[in-house]
């Protein structure tokens, strides 16, 4: 039997070829490749149009959601950085652990969405990061963290300067990074059960979305949309306080 340790180092590196897989199928947001159509390219993303709890959703409240402290040990942490076609994602290194339920999840990567993914009561935000957890038995959960228009990038800036422009290339981010940093300062969020927001849209993904936003500075910003155009799925359902 495997240990915990050996199980996620193999749960990782089974992510990165199914990783591949998906970025060797064609997608994308717009036309007879859109989401609506995901379903219909390949055999595996079924759940793209038949699922039953897809995400994004819209969180619609009858008021703010109240503070919840995360289970979080992050720490000093390396990647490698990669435009895949689709969006810019971070691969991790490091002991970077989310706790739920007693359950512990290791960051595996994270990465970028233009708009944001999820609404709150109906509205957007400019950006969204999703950093993805795995667990040892292939179970994932995703902390979303919206980001909005500001004036510094701050923890996030050495990330966005480094925005590759060849696709499919992986490079190694010079600094270490702390993830914990790119989280806001209040742990006030909203959780439920969804998917994954590219296909194969897998179910059963844990979802934790920050309600504070984090500032991303004008210029990263439009880094970005120079590499990756829009990459947002529209919303697939409203969930609402109750169901959290």
């Known amino acids: 039997m495997m240990s915990g340790t050996l199980r996620v180092v193999a749960l990782i590196a089974g992510m990165a070829g199914a990783s591949s897989a998906v970025s060797a199928q064609t997608f994308g947001y717009f036309g007879a490749e859109g989401p609506l159509f995901w379903s219909e390219l390949s055999r595996g993303w079924s759940a793209c149009g038949g699922g039953k709890i897809q995400s994004p959703v819209d969180f619609r409240l009858p008021h703010p959601p109240q503070p919840r402290k995360l289970s979080l040990e992050y720490g000093d942490t390396t990647g490698e950085i990669l435009n ?74 050495p990330i966005f300067h480094h925005l590759p422009d060849d696709v499919n290339t992986k490079h190694h981010l010079d600094a270490s990074f702390n993830p914990r940093n790119f989280l806001p300062k209040s742990d006030a969020h909203f959780r439920y059960l969804g998917s994954l927001t590219t296909p194969p849209c897998t179910e059963g993904v844990q979802w934790i979305v920050m309600n504070e936003p984090v500032a991303v500075s004008d210029e990263d910003m439009a880094q970005f949309a120079e590499r990756i155009h829009l990459n947002a799925r529209p919303v697939q359902r409203q969930v609402r306080e109750s169901q959290r």
């Open 84 to 157: 895949n076609g689709h969006t810019i994602e971070v691969e991790t290194e490091g002991r970077n652990i989310l706790v739920l339920a007693g359950v512990a999840y290791q960051l595996v990567q994270f990465h970028f969405h233009s708009v944001s993914e999820h609404r709150v009561d109906g509205r957007g935000f400019d950006m969204e990061m999703h950093l993805v957890h795995a667990s040892a038995d292939g179970s994932n959960a995703v902390i979303g963290v919206f980001l909005e228009r500001g004036q510094s990038s701050g923890s996030l800036a």
